[in-house]
Nanobody, 121 residues
């Protein structure tokens, strides 16, 4: 089976940094897009950053310049480097990937378990 395992969340003070990691495991032929989304208290889930297989990126306006999404295709891993964190960034962060699986060669959207990022002094 294919799954995404997230790590790197935690408590950080305003202005601090965290790096989230999300590794895909299992039988995977290829990975298309990978992205990070978040769900903050009292808000709907929002897409934070996305990266294509070719490395093109897109960011939520409020994190532009502070967050950087990257991927290591050899490790089937996507990262989210978060700098200058603010309390408003507090949320559960989820990674998502569209992966191609063997046998059927279908593309499936899979999700990580979520990792909590808390920005507070």
């Amino acid at each position: 089976q294919v799954q995404l395992v997230e790590s790197g969340g935690g408590l950080v003070q305003p202005g601090g940094s965290l790096r989230l990691s999300c590794a895909a495991s299992g039988s995977i032929v290829s990975i298309n897009t990978m992205n990070w989304s978040r769900r903050a208290p009292g808000k709907q889930r929002e897409l934070v950053a996305a990266i294509t297989s070719g490395g093109s990126t897109n960011y939520l306006s409020s994190v532009k310049g502070r967050f950087t999404i990257s991927r290591d295709n050899a490790k089937n891993t996507v990262y989210l480097q978060m700098n200058s964190l603010q309390p408003e960034d507090t949320a559960v962060y989820y990674c998502n990937a569209v992966v191609q699986v063997p046998l059927t060669s279908r593309y499936l959207s899979i999700w990580g378990q979520g990792t909590l990022v808390t920005v507070s002094s």
